[in-house]
């Protein structure tokens, strides 16, 4: 029986692996499996519960109470214990809570073992920053996107913008500086990659220009 094909898509936030997973998994006709949204869920439930982003203890205890389910549609929908949350984990406040969340190795471990029962089950396009890594090392299909801070912090400011949020380019950029140093030095799985890697520099690419090359080379490897 043939082994589902999982392709897993790390990268720093801001370098379109949400989108590009998405159209990847449309693309090959498998499910997309969105663990920054995992990570996401976990924060919000911390900052409604009071419980300090740093609080590993409490913070393994929510991950492990908590129910995390994808419904798919356009755009997929995250659950959170029986509530849609897909439009409450996008802010800056839920994306720091996470990177927070995401430095705990219990509740690393959590998730961790959702992701695997996921993509084991059906297979997926998984994105995150230590799928390749961590999660399905074994996986030959591996991407690690990337792009200069400045184009990150530039493509994250936009997207609030569109939706409202009050921010400065300047302040989008200090939290992606900050984010990225927080998930390069955690102790526990950081973000990086080695030479099983196809590494895709998006700063100068569309997204549709990213998404032909990871299609293409998943094709040429299987």
């Known amino acids: 029986m ?32 969105d663990t920054g949204a995992m990570y996401r869920a976990i924060g919000l ?5 009071g419980i300090d982003t740093r609080d590993a203890a409490a913070l393994e205890q929510l991950a492990s109470n908590s129910q ?4 798919p549609g356009d755009p997929p929908h995250v659950i959170l214990n029986g509530e849609d949350i897909t439009s409450l ?26 992701q695997k029962d996921l993509g084991r089950r059906k297979g997926g396009v998984l994105e995150g920053r230590d799928i390749g890594t961590k999660v399905f090392p074994q996986t030959p299909y591996k991407f690690f996107l990337t792009a200069r801070p400045e184009v990150r912090a530039e493509r994250r400011y936009q997207e609030l ?31 990086t990659y080695d030479e099983t890697y196809t590494v895709i520099d998006t700063s100068e690419l ?15 490897l299987s």
């Open 161 to 191: 913008v569109a939706k409202g949020s009050d921010v400065s380019l300047e302040t989008v950029l200090g939290e992606t500086t900050l984010r990225d140093k927080q998930d390069s030095t955690r102790q526990d799985s950081p973000l």
């Open 2 to 33: 043939k082994a589902p094909l999982i392709v897993a898509i790390d990268g720093p936030s801001g370098v379109g692996k949400t989108t590009t997973s998405k159209l990847v998994a449309r693309a090959l006709n498998i499910p997309h499996i």
């Open 45 to 49: 439930g911390a900052k409604r519960l």
């Open 68 to 71: 995390i389910e994808f419904v």
């Open 89 to 114: 984990i996008r802010t800056p406040e839920i994306s720091m809570a996470a990177s927070d969340v995401s430095a705990i190795p219990g509740v690393r471990r959590v998730l961790v073992r959702l």
């Open 206 to 220: 569309t997204i549709p220009q990213v998404v032909d090359t990871i299609v293409a080379r998943v094709k040429s």
